[in-house]
């Protein structure tokens, strides 16, 4: 989804970026050398220490790392944000909040990559995170521009073990405009 969101999105000619749990910074990274400036954030300090560490000299002065909680954490205006499989992690009563700031984070044009889970996924019985049936999905992207919407299932792994992911691969822009009421 990020790459996706790059090519709509075209070089970032310095132009401001999040990666909401950015973990160790693979997309951080990538998206500093496609010119962007980038808020990095994470809950994890290990992983924000190892994304200091990749963190090219010369791209030092366009990314701010954020060690904070996405219930804390304030989010700057910006062209792109991307969510690499994070955001269920944010517990549901927090959910609410968390995407009401992306969305007005996101400047008119902007776009928004990432995934949810799926109700149907096998850890969709954990009461600390936070799962979507498709059509609350859609609730959630109403008024955004959908650039691509990819409900997959299959079987796979993860860090604790076999899984069944059942994931929403979301690519939205907010409009230019607002639609005016009537």
């Known amino acids: 989804m990020l790459l996706a ?12 970026a999040i990666d909401l749990g950015c973990g160790h910074g693979t997309e951080a990274v990538e998206l500093l050398a496609r010119g ?3 808020t990095a954030v994470d809950t994890s300090e290990v992983g924000l220490a190892l994304l200091r560490t990749r963190i090219p000299a010369s791209a030092r002065h366009q990314i ?12 700057p205006r910006a062209h792109l944000i991307q969510a690499s499989y994070s955001l269920p992690f944010c517990p549901p009563q927090g959910f609410p909040v968390l995407w009401a700031r992306i969305r007005e984070a996101l400047i008119p044009g902007g776009i928004f990559a990432g995934q949810l889970f799926g109700t149907r996924d096998s850890w969709a019985g954990d009461p600390t995170m936070t799962f979507h049936a498709r059509h609350e999905v859609d609730v959630l992207l109403d008024g ?8 997959t299932e299959q079987d796979g792994s993860a860090f604790s073990g076999p899984k069944h992911w059942h994931t929403f691969g979301v690519l939205a822009r907010k409009p230019l405009r607002s639609p005016r009421p009537g």
């Open 144 to 151: 955004l521009q959908i650039l691509r919407l990819d409900e």
């Open 36 to 38: 962007w400036s980038v």
């Open 64 to 75: 701010r790392v954020v060690c904070a909680s996405f219930i804390e954490v304030s989010l």
């Open 5 to 16: 969101a790059c090519a709509e999105l075209g070089p970032g000619d310095g132009r401001m």
